[in-house]
């Protein structure tokens, strides 16, 4: 061969090609060709445990086979949006940036949708058991993406609501395979036929081989905990016997599958008729005809920890002033601390915190008035080493996301005031947390790591 003529045309020419072959692979999302398996090698992360009250990271010295434990304080926030963004490659940027954004505010735990139940497609699950792998992909993304800048996700499991199928989704398949389903949305807590498909879900997320990492969603210590429903609500405080069974056997039927992560329930923290003590803590008379009760449902075996949301302003209407909602947010606070420190004896994470931007007659933002309450109350409990484990704000967003919104959605860093109080939350919070990152490295890009000693 003329190796003049190799040189010169040949070898530039694959080069090109190659380079436009790529281009193509990059920004094509049909196309099929499977090219052998490599995996992305990714940072090293413990699992998170419970030791009563507090979350402990086990730390394991893989030379020494040494185990210790370092107290986990959570700042953190919610995106539901996560996996739908990283259904098409295109989109993924905005996933990326949302998670380096999270990291340089030293935030460590995003709560996210696993589920998407409909025949769309941008749908996770197109019918009970049948899935649309890019979409998978798109999560297993998410995943991959969120270790790579040390953040661990809560992972929900199904909705309560409607957005994204949700439980009258599952009610659909059923009764669109012939089964007698009631018309009650409570018939998703005791139908023999929707609680298979649900199972068949949870299976099918927890069993998950990741197709970038090659990592099992139950071996991720990435995924801090699996939450079995967002908000779960009854017709009817009739229903409250079913919902608790239906916890426990949910709860118990995650762990057969699953013994190296938490599960949470996804509880707005409201309390029950029988809770005679604890319902006028509650925003309302309505709270307590839901079914559903913190304590009691906290309390079964195999929920690792609860969880609290907290909503003033939606939750309590009419001619309110400011000053009745913080006096409200202040005791909704104090109280589940308090009863998950010393009846449940469990962490209890405030999942879904959210206020509007508004501002008040002396200048402040209501986000920040309400934000700050919850923050130095969890503070002041982390402090104690009880059980406010910590928060995380509803919810973030990046640029040319307004489909995502809503009232409480916004843009930290195009909040100075707000991006300032999250980043001083967590910085004090990992001031408390023991010392010893020996083996799991903070993100470089921490802001708390300029004030470490």
């Known amino acids: ?3 003049q003529w190799r040189d010169k045309k040949l070898y ?20 099929n060709f499977t090219f052998p398996q490599i995996f992305l090698r990714q940072p090293y992360m413990s699992f998170v445990g419970v030791n009563e009250t507090r979350f402990f990271i ?32 295109s989109s993924r940027f905005r996933v990326s940036k949302m998670m380096k954004r999270g990291a340089e505010m030293g935030l460590s735990v995003c709560r996210t949708w696993a589920f998407s139940d409909g025949g769309g497609p941008n749908d996770l699950q197109l019918l009970p058991g049948v899935f649309n792998e890019r979409v998978f992909k798109g999560l297993d993304f998410v995943i991959v993406e969120a270790r790579k800048h040390n ?3 809560i992972l929900s499991l199904v909705n309560n609501l409607k957005a994204y199928g949700g439980t009258a989704q599952y009610m659909r398949w059923a009764r669109e395979a012939g089964t007698n389903v009631s018309s009650s949305r409570d018939a998703f807590f005791t139908n023999p036929t929707v609680k298979a498909y649900y199972k068949s879900f949870v299976k099918a997320i927890v069993t998950r081989k990741n197709s970038i990492s090659g990592v099992k969603y139950s071996e991720e210590p990435a995924i801090f905990a699996w ?20 916890i426990a056997e949910m709860a118990g039927f995650v762990k057969s599958l699953d013994q190296k992560h938490l599960v949470t329930i996804g509880l707005e923290g409201f309390y029950g008729v029988e809770k005679t003590g604890n319902v006028g803590l509650n925003p309302g008379k309505w709270a307590a005809s839901l079914g559903v009760d913190f304590i009691e449902n906290s309390a079964i075996e195999n929920i690792d920890f609860t969880s609290v949301h907290a909503y003033p302003h939606s939750w309590i209407k009419g001619g309110i002033n400011s000053d009745a909602r913080v006096d409200f947010l202040s005791h909704w606070v104090d109280s589940h601390i308090s009863e998950a420190e010393k009846i449940l004896k469990k962490p209890v994470l405030f999942t879904e915190v959210g206020f509007p931007s508004s501002i008040q007659k002396n200048g402040l933002y209501d986000r920040n008035i309400f934000l700050k309450i919850v923050y130095d109350k969890i503070y002041e409990s982390a402090k104690k080493k009880k ?34 109080l999250m980043v001083e939350q967590s910085c004090r919070l990992l001031n408390i947390s023991s010392q010893g990152l020996t083996h799991e490295k903070l993100n470089q890009k921490n802001p708390c790591l300029a004030n470490a000693s």
């Open 58 to 89: 086990k730390n394991e010295n893989p030379k020494t086979q040494s185990l210790t434990f370092q107290e986990l304080y959570i700042n953190g926030w919610n995106s539901y949006w996560l996996m739908e963004e990283s259904v098409w490659v």
């Open 12 to 31: 530039p020419a694959l080069g090109t090609f190659t380079i436009f072959f790529l281009l193509y692979l990059s920004f094509n999302d049909n196309f």
């Open 1 to 3: 061969m003329d190796t």
């Open 151 to 153: 953040i661990r996700l």
């Open 227 to 246: 939450e079995l429903i967002n908000e779960p609500r009854c017709e009817s405080s009739s229903s409250a016997a079913a919902l608790q069974v239906w």
């Open 387 to 420: 059980a406010g484990a910590g928060a995380l704000v509803w919810q973030l967003l990046v640029e040319g996301m307004g489909r995502y919104g809503d009232q409480f959605s916004f843009i930290a860093w195009k909040h100075p005031s707000t991006y300032k």
